[in-house]
């Protein structure tokens, strides 16, 4: 069902969002976690006040419980310290939770036949737990499609929560190339009616594809040029695109899931360095001709030193993503971010009628 059916339920109750499984990182540079700051963020733009809980926090304080599942989910949860007691109670809360239980963006996996099939390899918490109760309660949670009804629309890869506007919705596709996006048209991914569209691809090129071209540089102006035109070809009154940011140093520890043919990047780091300016330069010499916004992150993130960088304001302690503090917006205060140097260049977001 659609967030606006649930939302009276919603209004006047103090709801947590969480995994029911797994948990997330109280680190703001967590980028995990981050993707349920969004949801809170979309939650607290209809006036419904949320909580992101983390480990140690409890559920029993709270009317109603908003499931996020892990970004990377695909079907299956990953039990980094195996079926153990740590996590057999926080299954347990399925049970447990006297309150109202939905699932956000994805129909809820059925955690009891999970349950059932680690048994054997269960601990003494963990084989306490029924499974057929757990089955049954996972089919009688419901989906809500957070999707606003906004007239502002974020369209990118996993960096796009970075470039998110409160009030907007959102399609993040991680692992998502510009150059595939292109390819199958920009204009086919969107949805109608929008009035503002906020876009965010090409790390994910920069790092495994464009340095394994004859002609990297030419290939990076190529790929933006075209990324301009389809942009500017759209009949959406604002648009926006946002820079890429800087490239991650080759010391940075990349997780399996972000190798492309076994490696974590082609090419050496100054290499897809100049292919990343180049692109970035294309656009701030087309963009603002072609009535497009640029969004743009601080100068002097491309002149430090990569591992000073990493430090400061990249995730932890891993990856390629940015840390949420240094994000577009403040998700706590829905704001520009004011730690940013470079001001965010969005002051209003229209969801319907309504102006935030």
């Known amino acids: 069902m659609n967030i606006k059916e649930v939302l009276p339920a919603l209004l006047g109750k103090k709801v947590a969002i969480d995994d029911a499984v797994t948990s997330y990182s109280t680190n703001i540079a967590s980028h995990k976690a981050a993707w349920c700051h969004v949801l809170k963020s979309q939650l607290a733009s209809l006036g419904v006040e949320a909580q992101v809980l983390g480990k140690h926090d409890r559920l029993d304080s709270f009317d109603a419980w908003l499931i996020a599942l892990p970004m990377e989910f695909q079907g299956t949860f990953n039990l980094f310290g195996g079926a153990n007691d740590e996590t057999a109670l926080r299954i347990r809360r399925l049970l447990d ?14 955690v009891g036949l999970m349950v059932d099939q680690r048994m054997r390899s269960g601990s003494p918490e963990w084989l306490k737990l029924d499974p057929a109760a757990l089955t049954e309660r996972c089919q009688g949670i419901q989906m809500i499609d957070l999707t606003l009804g906004s007239k502002t629309f974020v369209y990118g890869d996993s960096h796009s929560v970075s470039a998110y506007v409160p009030g907007a919705d959102i399609s993040r596709n991680d692992g998502q190339t510009l150059f595939g996006t292109l390819r199958a048209g920009l204009a086919s991914r969107l949805p109608s009616g929008i009035e503002q569209l906020v876009t965010y691809f090409g790390n994910i090129d920069v790092r495994h594809h464009l340095c394994r071209r004859p002609d990297p540089m030419a290939s990076a102006i190529g790929l933006a040029d075209d990324y301009v035109n389809q942009v500017k070809a759209l009949p959406i009154p604002r648009k926006s695109i946002v820079q890429l940011l800087p490239i991650e140093h080759e010391g940075r520890s990349i997780p399996k899931t972000g190798y492309y043919k076994g490696t974590p990047f082609y090419g050496g780091r100054e290499e897809r360095n100049l292919v990343m300016q180049a692109f970035n330069l294309r656009l701030d010499e087309l963009a603002p ?17 990569p591992e000073e960088y990493a430090n400061l304001y990249m995730e932890k302690p891993k990856s390629v993503h940015l840390s949420r503090q240094w994000y577009q917006y403040d998700f706590e205060h829905q704001i520009p ?9 969005f002051a209003k977001v229209t969801r319907g009628n309504a102006l935030f």
Do not use: C, Q
């Open 97 to 110: 939770f006297t309150g109202e239980i939905w699932i956000a963006n994805h129909p809820m996996p059925d």
């Open 289 to 305: 001709a072609a009535g497009i916004e640029l969004v743009k992150w601080p100068a002097h993130w491309y002149t430090m030193a």
């Open 337 to 345: 971010n004011p730690r940013l140097s470079a001001s965010a260049p």
